[in-house]
């Protein structure tokens, strides 16, 4: 199957500072890509859809301010939490597909802010 | 109503043992049937996708959509204690994925 990679796979940062999430395709062109934010024992919460070159779309209740999402080539996607705090904490995980296909997650990456 | 409903469980059941995995949908829309598995502290792995109604088989999983019920299942053969992971079924129109809540299996050896 494709394979989706994200970097980093945690981070620990201060309240205030911003933090970049990479999300890479290593094996196919994704024409889309998806960001996602999971809670403990809880389902993925689709955050934003990102079409390559385009912005991205995002869902209600999600401030695109503080979750900036670039999509600048077909492999990679990356969300930077800007000012982030302590409610941000989450898993954050990524999603990649190229046109009908199906969805291919990345590995997530475990944000935890003091 | 959600859209998707998926019992959380948890579920434990002995090694080898059939399990069975369900979920209800409400949006008749919905095209597209996934079953994915996600380990602790993991991103989801696709395990299974169907497009009609039927089963679809793959090794010890089988994948079964009966859409004028709504209802789609996962079944896993002599199951094994690797198999222990939170499973997710998630479907789709023609827009975004919508996931089930996840139900947490443990298979015990």
């Not at chain 1, 070159?53 to 503080?66: F, I, R």
Request: net charge positive.
């Amino acid at each position: 199957g494709a394979v989706v990679s994200q970097h980093p796979s945690r981070v620990i940062c201060k309240s205030g500072t911003s933090v970049k999430i990479e999300c890479r395709s290593l094996d196919f062109q994704a024409t889309t890509m998806f960001w996602y934010r999971q809670f403990p024992k809880k389902s993925l919460m689709l955050m934003a859809t990102s079409n390559e070159g385009s912005k991205a779309t995002y869902e209600q209740g999600v401030e695109k301010d503080k979750f900036l999402i670039n999509h600048a080539s077909l492999t990679l996607s990356t969300l930077t939490v800007t000012s982030a705090h302590p409610e941000d904490s989450s898993f954050y995980i990524c999603s990649a597909k190229s046109g009908q296909e199906t969805q291919y997650f990345g590995p997530g990456t475990r944000l935890l802010v003091l | 109503q959600k859209e998707v409903e998926q019992d959380p469980g948890p579920l434990s059941v002995p090694e080898g043992a059939i399990v069975s995995l369900n979920c209800t949908y409400s949006n008749s829309a919905f095209q597209y049937f996934m079953w994915y598995r996600q380990y602790s502290r993991k991103g989801p792995e696709l395990l299974m996708y169907t497009y009609s109604s039927g089963n679809k088989e793959d090794g010890r999983f089988t994948a079964q959509v009966d859409k004028s019920s709504k209802y789609i299942s996962l079944f896993i053969r002599d199951s094994q204690p690797s198999d222990s992971a939170t499973y997710l079924c998630a479907m789709k129109g023609a827009q975004k994925l919508v996931f089930g809540q996840g139900t947490r299996l443990t298979i015990n050896p």
